[in-house]
């Protein structure tokens, strides 16, 4: 059984371009989500999802940052216009489902920003 | 609101030696806490959580915790450290509001292990 998947695992963009950032969850997962982690500082979360819908996105930046878990297909965190302060590790995490406190939430291996 | 302090931004030991890891969380509910642990370039991977069945927790690798609602404490320990525990350790908690699951992380320890 595969963990979860993110790709790319590092990704290179210049300010104003857009960066698309994938995640897979395990099988069987259908609960995502996404956490930022800039230099020396712990995860901080993004956004909550499940399949076709956002269910929490009160840490997502009001502006540029969007996401979304489509039906068929992996979920995409986007950030349209990246600006070097976007540099960051950014963690996906999927659980079975995301009621009760104690699922574990299994992370990926993360994707590294880096904006020039 | 929740939130975790974790009070040691850098923790040195010798291998062999005890590790202690300190946390200390805030929170209006009863909580749900977890360890977890990020090796360079690495997912983290969970190391243990917080039940409530039991306030002394054991994980993976030796790694246990234990609760103590009193000092509002979560701190990780393991008797003997070795060389493949270097890493950085996060203390979490759950936030319950809105029953998301969504995790509240600490700013991260991390521990060095010397031959």
């Known amino acids: 059984n595969a963990g979860v998947m993110q790709n790319p695992r590092h990704l290179v963009r210049r300010r104003g371009q857009e960066a698309r950032l994938r995640c897979s969850p395990m099988k069987g997962h259908s609960h995502v989500y996404w956490y930022r982690q800039l230099p020396e500082e712990g995860l901080k979360f993004m956004v909550y999802?499940?399949?076709?819908?956002?269910?929490?996105e009160s840490g997502m930046p009001k502006e540029r940052f969007s996401a979304e878990f489509p039906k068929e297909g992996p979920s995409i965190l986007r950030i349209q216009q990246v600006v070097r302060g976007d540099s960051a590790a950014y963690f996906c995490?999927?659980?079975?489902?995301?009621?009760?406190?104690?699922?574990?939430?299994?992370f990926g291996p993360g994707t590294r920003l880096t904006v020039l | 609101a929740q939130s975790v302090t974790q009070l040691d931004s850098h923790v040195s030991v010798s291998e062999g030696t005890p590790v202690l890891l300190r946390c200390n969380y805030s929170s209006s509910y009863s909580p749900s806490l977890f360890w977890y642990v990020q090796h360079p370039n690495k997912g983290l991977q969970l190391l243990l959580k917080?039940?409530?069945?039991?306030?002394l927790v054991k994980g993976i690798n030796g790694f246990e915790a234990e609760f103590k609602k009193s000092e509002t404490s979560f701190h990780l320990t393991k008797p003997s450290a070795h060389m493949s525990d270097a890493a950085e350790y996060f203390c979490?908690?759950?936030?319950?509001?809105?029953?998301?699951?969504?995790?509240?992380f600490g700013q991260g320890t991390t521990l060095q292990v010397k031959p």
């Open positions: 917080y039940t409530s069945a039991a306030t």
């Open positions: 995490a999927s659980s079975p489902t995301g009621r009760g406190l104690l699922v574990e939430q299994f």
């Open positions: 979490v908690v759950s936030d319950p509001s809105g029953n998301t699951g969504k995790l509240i």
């Open positions: 999802l499940q399949k076709e819908n956002i269910i929490d």
